[in-house]
């Protein structure tokens, strides 16, 4: 009982913030003109437009985690919940934890580049994706500085934050059957 009360309130703590809820390119989406995107141009009352798809996670704190990084990011992270920043210029992330390497969810690690300093979570998969096919990592090394953080299958990994301290958050990668990327 003990332990479970004590997860109970860890659990608690946690806040997630869905940033976009739509598939790639958002919604409406830029080049679709079925009857929903149309719906949504001519009247968006009906059908509001979305981002694409990322979330936020924080612990206690303002520490926040991405789970992936749309090229919506920027949009995006003006949604987040926190006190105002002190200083000229500040990036709310200590984090991106990249459930896969399609493009909807990283173009955005190459937009947060000015953080000048950026951990990436990822499989060695994905890692490999960013690295040497689509080239966000090489692109996004030439302006900050990237720290990798192996998230291996199936092992649950704690998140630190940029300083190396714990946030008390755990991820846990898993394969699921799919294509490249």
């Known amino acids: 009982m003990k ?3 004590k997860r109970a309130l860890r659990l608690s703590r946690m806040h997630v913030v869905l940033l976009g809820t739509a598939a790639g ?3 409406p989406q830029w080049n679709c003109w079925c009857p929903t995107c149309g719906a949504s141009r001519s009247d968006p009352r009906r059908a509001l437009p979305r981002t694409q798809s990322s979330a936020a996670v924080r612990a206690a704190g303002e520490r ?3 789970l992936n990084a749309s090229p919506d990011i920027h949009r995006q992270l003006a949604c987040l919940p926190g006190s105002l920043p002190g200083g000229i210029r500040h990036v709310p992330v200590e984090g991106i934890i990249a459930t896969d390497a399609e493009l909807d969810h990283t173009l955005g ?3 947060l580049r000015e953080a000048r300093r950026l951990q990436l979570y990822a499989t060695a998969s994905v890692q490999s994706i960013l690295e040497t096919d689509s080239r966000v990592l090489p692109v ?3 302006f900050a500085d990237i720290t990798l953080r192996d998230l ?4 649950q990994v704690p998140l630190t934050g940029r300083d190396g301290q714990p946030v008390g958050i755990t991820v846990q990668a898993f394969p699921v059957p799919a294509g490249p990327p």
Do not use: H, K
């Not at 291996?152 to 092992?155: E, K, T």
């Open 64 to 66: 926040w985690f991405l």
């Open 152 to 155: 291996p299958l199936d092992r």
């Open 25 to 27: 390119g958002g919604f």
């Open 3 to 5: 332990g479970s009360r």
């Open 140 to 142: 996004t090394r030439a």
């Open 109 to 111: 690690i190459v937009l």
